[in-house]
């Protein structure tokens, strides 16, 4: 049997171990709009760096090792044909992939939907109700609810973590719409110190796009974008080359209440 792969239970406690410290365990770097933007940026490129590694721990979670692993007896990967003799064939029952496709068929069984109260005892208040009810259902219709929620049911099964991401597209339709995703849980670091049930202290994500795509988006940045990737005359070539940038999402603690914050 193959040992390298195996992996600690989630009490695993010899990454950040508290029991055998006292005093400071660590340092955390400020999360603040009250500093300098080249400060926030340089403090969380620290945190996110810090939590990654934490996650990615071989003697903690072994995170990244875990899911490559999980995704692979997923495929029904389960063999090294490398280590068979000529005259073997390998054969493989995946019931790993019989298991969780049960499951994801069966919590996703039906489009999710919404129950909403009406606030008053009145026609009007139901009749709005009914007609958000009826709204959320043709929403979920519309942007493909279901098949995205069976992606992040599957993800939570084999990479520990499932994430729908709900954002605004003011490019879409007349008004704009708020467009769900499904996220790969590849490309999110979230605070190792978070709290079952509380808000993390941060969560980045990692996207791509081109650099005229970024532009667009931050058009007042376009001369920081062109510095940071060392373009002067915007060719095409150069503008259509695809690049990775974080959208990090955190709390701000400096003022009198927690203001939530975003950013790129």
Same mark, same amino acid.
Not at 27 to 50: F, Q
Not at 72 to 78: A, F, M, P
Not at 155 to 173: T, W
């Given at each position: 049997?193959?040992?390298?792969?195996?992996?600690?239970?989630?009490?695993?406690?010899?990454?950040?171990?508290?029991?055998?410290?006292?005093?400071?365990?660590? +340092? &955390?770097?400020? #999360?603040? $709009?009250?500093?300098?933007?080249?400060?926030? =940026?340089?403090?969380?490129? @620290?945190?996110?760096?810090?939590?990654?590694?934490?996650?990615?721990?071989?003697?903690?979670?072994?995170?990244?090792?875990?899911?490559?692993?999980?995704?692979?007896?997923?495929?029904?990967?389960?063999?090294?044909?490398?280590?068979?003799?000529?005259?073997?064939?390998?054969?493989?029952?995946?019931?790993?992939?019989?298991?969780?496709?049960?499951?994801?068929?069966?919590?996703?069984?039906?489009?999710?939907?919404?129950?909403?109260?009406?606030?008053?005892?009145?026609?009007?208040?139901?009749?709005?109700?009914?007609?958000?009810?009826?709204?959320?259902?043709?929403?979920?219709?519309?942007?493909?609810?279901?098949?995205?929620?069976?992606? +992040? &049911?599957?993800? #939570?099964? $084999?990479?520990?973590?499932?994430?729908?991401? =709900?954002?605004?597209?003011? @490019?879409?339709?007349?008004?704009?719409?708020?467009?769900?995703?499904?996220?790969?849980?590849?490309?999110?670091?979230?605070?190792?110190?978070?709290?079952?049930?509380?808000?993390?202290?941060?969560?980045?994500?990692?996207?791509?796009?081109?650099?005229?795509?970024?532009?667009?988006?931050?058009?007042?940045?376009?001369?920081?974008?062109?510095?940071?990737?060392?373009?002067?005359?915007?060719?095409?070539?150069?503008?259509?080359?695809?690049?990775?940038?974080?959208?990090?999402?955190?709390?701000?603690?400096?003022?009198?209440?927690?203001?939530?914050?975003?950013?790129?």
């Amino acid at each position: 049997m193959d040992t390298s792969q195996e992996t600690t239970p989630f009490s695993d406690t010899r990454v950040d171990d508290l029991t055998q410290q006292d005093g400071e365990i660590d +340092a &955390v770097s400020t #999360l603040a $709009l009250s500093i300098p933007d080249r400060d926030i =940026l340089s403090n969380l490129n @620290s945190r996110i760096t810090d939590s990654d590694d934490y996650w990615n721990d071989r003697k903690g979670y072994n995170l990244k090792s875990v899911r490559a692993e999980n995704v692979k007896l997923h495929l029904g990967q389960h063999l090294d044909k490398s280590r068979l003799y000529r005259f073997q064939i390998p054969f493989v029952d995946n019931e790993i992939f019989v298991g969780v496709e049960s499951i994801v068929a069966y919590v996703c069984s039906q489009t999710p939907n919404s129950e909403v109260s009406p606030s008053e005892d009145t026609v009007a208040a139901k009749i709005l109700a009914k007609d958000l009810e009826n709204y959320h259902a043709a929403y979920a219709n519309k942007f493909e609810v279901n098949r995205k929620m069976e992606g +992040a &049911v599957r993800n #939570l099964l $084999l990479k520990r973590l499932g994430v729908l991401y =709900l954002r605004f597209d003011p @490019s879409y339709g007349k008004n704009g719409e708020v467009i769900t995703e499904l996220v790969n849980p590849d490309h999110l670091v979230v605070d190792k110190n978070a709290k079952m049930g509380e808000n993390p202290a941060f969560i980045s994500y990692t996207l791509k796009a081109t650099v005229e795509e970024l532009c667009q988006r931050f058009p007042k940045k376009q001369d920081k974008i062109y510095e940071a990737l060392g373009i002067v005359r915007g060719t095409a070539n150069q503008m259509s080359q695809i690049v990775a940038y974080r959208e990090v999402w955190f709390t701000d603690f400096s003022g009198k209440k927690p203001t939530e914050c975003v950013a790129w």
